[in-house]
Each structure stands twice: as C-alpha cells, then as structure tokens.
C-alpha cells in the first residue's frame, strides 16, 4: 500500500513545495514499510523521471488537457482514482495554494482524516498522530487520524530535501475519468503587490528614539533590502513623523511576524501588546534597561543610527546585493 | 443572492497562548474572544459590500460552537448579515464542523458560502474545501478579490507568487483573505441592531469524527536575550540567518 | 534573616506615574539623599499607561488645581533636562452646557479661571463646531473654552519622571515586588522583597489600586478602592481633527479628545465596576475587565452621547481601554500621614485624575518624606478624613465606586 505524494505544478514546472512534500512522503514510507508514489496531473515539460532520486519509485501522470487549468473539484476527482487503484493509504499534499483546495475535498470524499499544516513525520507508535503548527505558529498541536486513509498536508519550508542517489522513477500513465470543470482561469499575474504591514514576515520598525521623521531612511533601506514592511510606535505616529496606519500596539495593528526588528523602541506594555506574538524579536536601543530587552531574542545596546546602517551593508552582502 | 458566511470564534490576536488538563486543553482563562479576522474583515465584509451594491441580497452567518460563541457571533451580526444560526456543538474535528455547515448550506439553498482562508487558531484551512465537496460546488480558496454578476463569479486568488484569476458558476465555495474588502469596525448602530436579529441555534446531525487533538505543545521557552556586542552587527546578521533562520 | 537588598532614606512601594514623580522631586530638592522604587513589574505600565490623561486645570475641585498646575508646569523643565519633547498636546477644553445646573457650574468654573489667572472665555456654538466638527452644538445654553487646557501620553510623562529622577540619583528597580513591610522594635523600618530587605526611614505606599494592601498592612484602612475606569477610541475619521479641542459634557456625563485621528471618549456607566484591592492580580496585562469591551455600558449611554455626537452610532467604535483607578468617596485624594503608623505615607486615591495631579502629589509627597512643609494645604487630602473603615468591605467598596458613577467631569 504506497504512500502517495501529489506532486504540484505550474506550467509544466515542478514546484520545491512538492519535493519537501515528496522526501516527506518517502521518509513516511520508510516509517511504516510501504514504497512512495506520485501522482501528477496535466502536461509536464519537466522531466519527472528524475524525480526518483530522492526516493519516488513510481509516478502515476495523468495527461488530460482538462487537468492543464487548476480546478480542485477535477483534481480531486483524479487523484481519488488513482488512490483507488493502487489502494493508498496516506496521502501526501504540501499545504501550498494548490495542496489548500485539494486536501480538503479528498478528504471529505474519502472519508479520510486530514490534518494540514503538519510540520514533523507522524508518530506511528501508537496510533497515526501528526505534529501541526497552531496558533498562528506559537504553538504545535498533535492530532491523531483515526480513519483508514490518512491525509497529511506539509507546511512549506518545515521539511529539508534530501537527493538519496540517482534512480529514475517509473512514469506510468493514467487514465482517470475527468468531470467537466466548473472553474475557468482567465489570467495569470505574477506580480505580487506591496507587502501589507498585517500580513509581512518581516517588519521593521521605529520609535521615538530616532528623533524624527528625516532618519527614517535607514529603516526604510533595510526593510526593502529584507522584503519586510514598516511600523512605528505610537508616539511616532503621534507625533506625526510616520502615518498612524504603521502605529503596531495595543491601540494600533497588532501582528505576529517572523522577524520583528525595534529600532529605537522602549517596549512600553501597550507596543509589546500589539508584537509579542512576533516569532523572533530584535531590539536595538541605547538604553540597556530598556523593557523591550525583556521580550527580546535578539539585541544590540547601542546607538541606531551607528548600528542600522552597519546592519544594511551585513545584510547586503548576504543578499548578494552591491 | 443568498450569501452563507462561516464565522469561528478565536482568541485575541494577543492573548496568552497556554494550555491545560495536561496540555489536552487550551487556556482560556483571561482570554478575549473575537471574530476569527479572516471571516470577519474578509468573507463577512465582503458579504456585506455585495449587499450594499444589491440591497436584495441576504446574509446568513453559521457557526458551529457552544454557547459561549454566542456573543462573537452577535458582534458579526452587528456588522451585518440578517440573522445567525448556531450549530450547538463544541469540537474542533473540521470534518464534523464541515458536515454541520454543508448541512446548513443544503437547507439553506445558498448560492455562495464564504469562509476565511484559515481561523488564527487551528490554522486549518479546510473547512471550505470540506464543504465544497459535501456541496459538490466548486471551491476557489485565498479569494484576494470578488465580483458577481448574475450566476457567474469572477474570483481572484492567490497563488505562489503572484494571482491567478478565474470564473466560477454559482453555487460555489469560496475562502477569503487580506484584499477582499476593507476591514470594518463594528458601529453603534450595528450594535444595537444586532440584540434583536434572529439567532437561531440548531442541534448538529450526526457525523463522524476524522481527527483528535491528543495534546497541544509549546516551542521551547525563549531563552532570554541574546545581546551582541554594539561593534559587531555583522554576528546579529548572521544569527538571524543561521541560528533563528528569519532571514 | 533575610540579606539587606538596598538601604535608603525613602522607598516607594509602585513604580506608577505617582511613584516616579514623587521619585523625580524628592532627588531634584534634597540631592544626597537616597531614595528607592520598587515596581513588580514594569514601571508606568498598570493605570498610568491606561489613562485618558487629560491634564485639566481649571475644575471645581479648588483643591487639585494648584497640584494640576505644578504637572502642567514641570513638563518644560522635564523636556529640558531630557532634551526631548513630551508632545503634551495643547488643544483646549470645551465646555458645553445645555442644562440651567449646568451652566451655572460652568458659570463657577469661568470664576475659578479667573481666580487661578487661567485664560478661559465663551464661544459661539459656531465657534466651537468649526473647532470639533463632530459635536452637535445645536441644543448648549453656554459653551467655556479653557484654551491651556492639554493631555498627553500618560507613559510618557511618566518615564520622563522616573528618567530624570534616576539623573537625578534615584534608584528604580523593576520586577521587584514588595512581599511586607519590614519592623524593628514595632517601628516601620523598610519593606522586604523578592531580593532581599529594604531598608529605609520613611515607606511611601504608592502602589495605586493595590495600595490599601499594604496599608492594611501598616494598619492604615486606606480610604479609597479600585474603581474601573474605561474609554474607547472610534475608528479615523475627519470629523475628528487632531487639533481639535477636549470636549466636556457634564449633560451626558461624558467627555471627549482627539486621538490618532479618532475620538477617544469616556462616559458614566450607571454602576461602575470595583474590585476589593486584594483580588486584583499582580499584572494586570491580560485582566478581563469586561467580557464585551463596556458595549453594555457604552449602549445604555448611547442616546446620552448621540444627542451631542449625532455620528456616534455610525461611527467604528475601535478599541477598549480599562484599568483601575483608586476611587474615594469625596473624590478627593489621599495624601499624607496616618498619625497611627509611623514612618508610612499614603500617595493614593487618585480618582481618575492621576495625571494630571501627579507633579503636585510627587511635590507634595517628597516634601513631607523629608520632613519639610508641604507647598499645598492638603487637609482635603486627609487619609483619616473618613474615620476608621475597612478598605476591603462591600459597603465600602459600593461607596467609592458611586462616587465616579455620579462625576461629570472626564
């Protein structure tokens, strides 16, 4: 009973989500002694084959042109047979946008429990029990899937890809009965937006101890060199030297970055109200008794405008960025 | 148009995360509660902007909870939406909630079901697939931008880099996110308005339960501060890269 | 034996607004002598930072107003000795009456500028729309204008004090709680903490809403009880300039300031909310103080405020601030000395005027720690004013909390 991966693409592309969700699904197969399998669908210009070097034996591809626009409900159906055939019982997603619309249907079309987000190979010990990230990331939770077939979507970037030598994959192709899609795609932009402060990985932010609104440069320089946003304190945006839509605190937009870097901040109760969710926190201030030091993981006691700007060369050289 | 919106209960974006009963149970002790924001800022606001545009347009709010979702699910009918109904059950099984709304749905006869793209506390992000397919309605998810005419839909979503937009006939499922509507602040009017709107609490139908909880786990404590010397920023850069792994 | 932490001439228990303030003067006007903060857990972070922070000078309680305006008068010297700005906001306050009570009040109070050599003057009611558009003047009888009138960041005003007072020489030490009071011979001698003894000739108890604990303690019932005080914030709009000035409406016992492009606005709530002083928790970062962010309040009083404010029940009701504030029956503070407990200072009961008092009880306070007069008569401020009571008893608590259910003045 092999452990099925479904392997995600874009324009004939295999996308890396896929290949942390396929070393996943092999390490999986190892675990309870089964062999790992792909399912791919629609027209590939990859060459999938090479897939099986990083342990895949087989990989079923069903080649239908209505499988070459992305809709989940024919996806669902597709994948569903081939589980059916070759008599699966845990099926691998990565928890992308694709794994998102698909995991969940066949979920409920199998009568299989889901568990999505998972960021650690099951226990297999007692049960089938699949770590999770919860709570916006603050926490994990470990959920058993108490039904025959087992579904687990991977989040991205929580499991390493490992090449375990240089085997091909066998291609056999599939031939699924696809319902008629009720979604048309029309268009495809890939350009991506600002990053809004709400929704940023990365933010970087200022307070009063810059002492105005002309040395917000810095921050600026290396919140674009970081891909991150920017915010402020309240008493910034009181003072009007940064608009009150980056004011981040209890009476501003609170947010739970990745990284949150505090320039010049104090860490007054009501800011670490609205950033105390933020997984990494870094804090640059010249006071070392400053509270925010407190809820830091990361600090620097000592003058911002000496530190920021050395910080932005370190971090262009790491980028690669002249 | 009958417009679903889906409306979970999660903590504060700022609340405490701990547990208890031997790390089985979360702690809600001093806990706020508020709309799950996804649901509110984006599927029910939306809802409600559509509203605006065809004032024949009707919104009912599900959610599927215990009493004590009550007052959340008041507070997004002070928003909007013309009545509320409550499946009285306390689980966090999706495909148990799923097959309660999917439920609701089908009695309901809805031409759209809007969702947030995840709650902020289960991080789930299944409850509008898993509906879809007990709908057998298709199912666009991390909706960025909305817009009906007739029985057709023209829906934008996210996907990696960058946004792919499509065409969907209605009834269909969607899941929402930041770029569906400007989030909205609940007024007095509102408010007040919404102690008297219909809140109609159902018994759930029976359903299975795929998944437990076995118990819930923190990352380990943070270990303090960690301070590098103020001459040698280029140590804070390389922490963050290799040791915390943020940038 | 518990180690000897600190040694000082003054410790302050409660590193609020009214700690670091009586810290500030008591360096500033006898320099060489030791004095000490002990806050549990960070300064300025409890009610100082929950605040309204209005900064009103001229109100009908003579009594504050000299203490109102020695705040108003440190800021300057503060920002000068920091070399930074506080951003006191300097906007004015309006009041509006529509009732004959309450023009005769607002009457009194143009005479209590006057006396106080504050400017204050009348305006028309197109006047004073074209400085708040929000607010409906269509009904005022009178309309006052106290054109000083300002607020502030409360925290900020706060750590100004407690920065200067540690240029100053004073010691502040957070996460320090206090766990007693330290004796010698039946003599109040210092307090003892989670580090280790205190000692010191003169204990301020300044541990705002927990202070009648530690009275209890020195055998003092301190009249007063934590009382809750809550606000909310409407989402930005126009209508709400920044510049505009603090409204009063004794009417709708209610009152109003710009913040960050809304309207931050407190009302009465018909039974205020009180806790005995022995049940709050040590942090009160996540202390529930109401399940539904005072909606029920806000909504028994909405008809009071959409009568002055006719956008209020279309207008975002953004966020919900509480906290507690020591309340009396008197609404008067409580400063001073008992005579039954030797070497104890009371700098409490602040009524939900703290901020705007602080520079004056901080004077007043350090002042009688080192045994020299008072600037101020502070009779009014007596803690034994009410006999003996038990600060933790119902009856007591209902008394104090009444007293702000029935204040009109923000």
Known sequence: ?322 | MKILVCISKSPDTTAKIAFTDNNTKFATDGVQWIINPYDEWYALVRAIELKEKDASTVIHLVTVGAADADPIIRKALALGGDEAIRVNADTNDSYFIATQIAEVAKQGGYDLVFTGKETIDFNGSSIGGMVAECLEAPYIALAIKFEVEGSKATVTREIEGGEEECEVNLPAVISCQKGMAEARIPNMRGIMAARTRPLKVVEPVAADHLTAVVNFELPPAKAGVKLVPADNPAELVRLLHEEAKVI | MSSVFKKANVVVIGGGIFGCAIAYYYTRNHPGKRLVVLERNEICNAATSRAAALMTIIRSKRSYIPLSMETYRIVSALETQLGESLGMKVVGMMHLAVSEPKVRELEDLMTIAEEFKQPAHYLTGTQARSMAPWLDTGEAMKIGFMPDEAYCDPYLLGTFFARCAKHNGAEIVQGCPVTGLLYANNVLCGVKTSRGNVEADIVIDAAGAWAPVWGMKAQVGIPMAPVRSQYWITEKSDIFPEDSPIVLLPDAQAYARPEGGGLLFGVREKRSLYTSPEKIPPDISHFVFSEDKGMNDLAENADKLARFFPAFYETGIKYYVAGFSGYTPDGQLVIGKAPIAENFLIAGGCCGAGISVAGGVGLAVAELAAGVRSPYDLSAFNPERFGTIDPFSVEWLEKCAASRSKKTSG
């Not at chain 1, 999505?116 to 010990?125: C, E, F, S």
């Not at chain 1, 674009?224 to 030297?241: E, I, M, N, Q, Y």
């Not at chain 1, 993981?297 to 530190?307: K, M, N, P, Q, W």
């Open chain 1, 1 to 322: 009973m092999p452990v099925l991966i479904f392997i995600d693409q874009s324009e004939g592309q295999v996308k890396k989500a896929s290949i942390e969700a396929i070393c996943y699904g092999v390490a999986v197969a190892e675990q309870t002694g089964d062999t790992a399998e792909g399912v791919i669908l629609g027209k590939v210009t990859d060459d999938i084959a090479a897939l099986g070097k990083y342990g895949l034996q087989k990989i079923h591809h069903v080649d239908n042109e209505a499988l070459n626009h992305f809709d989940a409900q024919v996806f669902t159906g597709a994948i569903a047979q081939v589980i059916d055939a070759i008599k699966s019982k845990v099926i691998i997603f990565s928890n992308n946008a694709d794994g998102k619309h698909i995991a969940p249907r066949l979920s409920v079309k199998l009568k299989a429990g889901l568990v999505t987000g998972a960021v650690a190979l099951p226990d297999t010990t007692n049960g089938f029990v699949v770590k999770k990230t919860v709570f916006s990331g603050k926490a994990f939770a470990n959920i058993a899937i108490n039904t025959d077939i087992k579904i687990i979507a991977l989040n991205p970037n929580s499991y390493e890809i490992t090449a375990r030598g240089d085997a091909k994959a066998e291609i056999l192709s599939f031939s699924a009965q696809v319902g008629a899609t009720k979604v048309r795609v029309t268009g495809v932009n890939k350009v991506k937006g600002e990053v809004p402060l709400s929704e940023a990985d990365i933010v970087v932010s200022g307070g009063r101890g810059l002492r105005g609104p002309e040395n917000w440069g810095m921050i600026e320089e290396l919140a674009k060199l970081l891909g991150a946003a920017t915010a402020c304190s309240r008493p910034v945006a009181d003072a009007h030297w940064r608009p009150h839509h980056e004011h981040v605190g209890q009476t501003g937009l609170a947010i739970a970055p990745n990284l949150y870097i505090a320039i010049g901040i104090s860490g007054a109760i009501q800011h670490l109200a609205g950033v105390n969710r933020s997984k990494t926190i870094v804090v640059i201030n010249k006071d070392p008794e400053a509270p925010f030091f407190k809820a830091a993981d990361y600090g620097i006691v000592g003058d911002a405008f000496e530190i920021v700007p050395k910080i932005i060369e370190e971090v262009k050289k790491l980028k690669g960025v002249a």
